[in-house]
């Protein structure tokens, strides 16, 4: 199973995927952690540093590579599908569900965050509007399956996702049914 996790910031990609990731017994990684690991610094240092493009060059390289391993649950960083290499390499080598949520969900969840570069300064909940605007059109295209984040709890996300995943014959039944949280 190669399973991509794709949406907004704060959408709940690293928590669910690795929920999936235990419950498909298969690694489970998150390409901005493996980012700040080659770069030995935060994704916030970088961009302050290097500008969000020279970001998204290495974005780039992480996502390639990591799309190449034979079974994974990837999250990947809000904006990873803005290079059409990185909607690419998603599409063609993975099965991905976009995790979607309202900005207003969003800046619920994330007006204390202090380490989201893009999100600092300002008007949180509008730049996050913003984001959603350009973005979504780039997550929709991509997706196999899209989730709404809204109202469900962890668990049942990671059970739609997995249902709708074992449906398509995607992925065998995972052992244990379920899934702790």
């Known amino acids: 199973m190669k399973l991509a996790l ?39 240092f970088y961009f302050q540093r290097h500008g969000e493009a020279a970001f998204r060059d290495v974005e780039v390289q992480v996502i390639d590579e990591l799309t190449r391993a034979s079974a994974f649950v990837l999250a990947t960083g809000g904006g990873a599908v803005l290079r059409e290499e990185n909607r690419r390499a998603l599409a063609d080598r993975c099965t991905v569900v976009y995790l979607k949520a ?7 969840r994330l007006k204390h965050d202090t380490k989201r570069p893009l999100l600092q300064g300002g008007d949180g909940l509008g730049k996050l509007r913003d984001l959603h605007a350009e973005r979504d059109p780039y997550y929709t295209s991509i997706a196999d399956f899209c989730i709404e984040t809204g109202p469900p709890s962890q668990q ?26």
């Open 6 to 44: 794709v949406g907004m910031p704060g959408c709940g990609k690293s928590t669910i995927g690795r929920h999936l990731g235990r419950r498909f017994d298969v690694p489970f990684v998150d390409s901005d952690a493996e980012i700040e690991k080659r770069l030995d610094c935060s994704i916030g």
């Open 102 to 108: 309202s900005p207003e969900d969003l800046w619920r």
């Open 156 to 181: 049942t996300m990671v059970n739609m996702i997995a249902m709708q995943v074992e449906l398509a014959g995607l992925a065998s039944a995972p052992r244990t049914g379920k899934t702790t949280m």
